[in-house]
């Protein structure tokens, strides 16, 4: 597990509120110099930490109005992971999470419209040989934050004798 100090944290915030910030205008806002950003953003990135930078795209602007999260229950008798890979190979399925309790799986899917999503549900995800059911449910507003950094545990403080 990589050990973030207040410096790194400070480095995640900004390049969590804007990806795209320089190293230079991240060491100005943080009073620190640009190779010291560098650094520790590369290894950072070398530890997994930071897994990338992407673009993220409004649906909605795109003309993906529908926004649906619905819950499967997949045979046990397939390969899950085929399953999932089948499920993530269409544009409109943005994530599949496993869960457990009564349904197997979470996906986040957006359509057009409700014909868009009709089609989605009764003949692309019914035709898949795993699908046993599916409880779908219409997202009607939704909010989003980055993951918090005040939830991961600074080093304990070393003594020196």
């Known amino acids: 597990m990589y050990q973030l100090d207040d410096l790194d944290r400070q480095i995640l915030h900004i390049l969590q509120h804007d990806g795209r910030a320089s190293n230079v205008s991240i060491a100005k806002q943080l009073g620190v110099g640009h190779t010291r950003v560098r650094d520790r953003i590369l290894r950072m990135e070398e530890a997994g930490v930071i897994e990338g930078y992407r673009v993220l795209l409004n649906p909605v602007a795109l003309g993906q109005g529908i926004l649906c999260i619905v819950q499967l229950k997949v045979d046990q008798g397939y390969d899950f992971t085929q399953f999932v890979e089948q499920l993530l190979e269409w544009d409109e399925v943005v994530e599949v999470v496993n869960i ?62």
């Open 100 to 161: 457990t309790g009564d349904f197997d799986a979470h996906v986040r899917v957006w359509a057009r419209d409700v014909a868009h999503l009709r089609d989605i549900l009764y003949n692309k995800l019914s035709a898949l040989p795993a699908h046993k059911s599916t409880n779908s449910t219409l997202v009607l507003r939704r909010w989003e934050k980055p993951f918090g950094l005040g939830s991961i545990c600074l080093p304990e403080p070393t003594e020196t004798t």
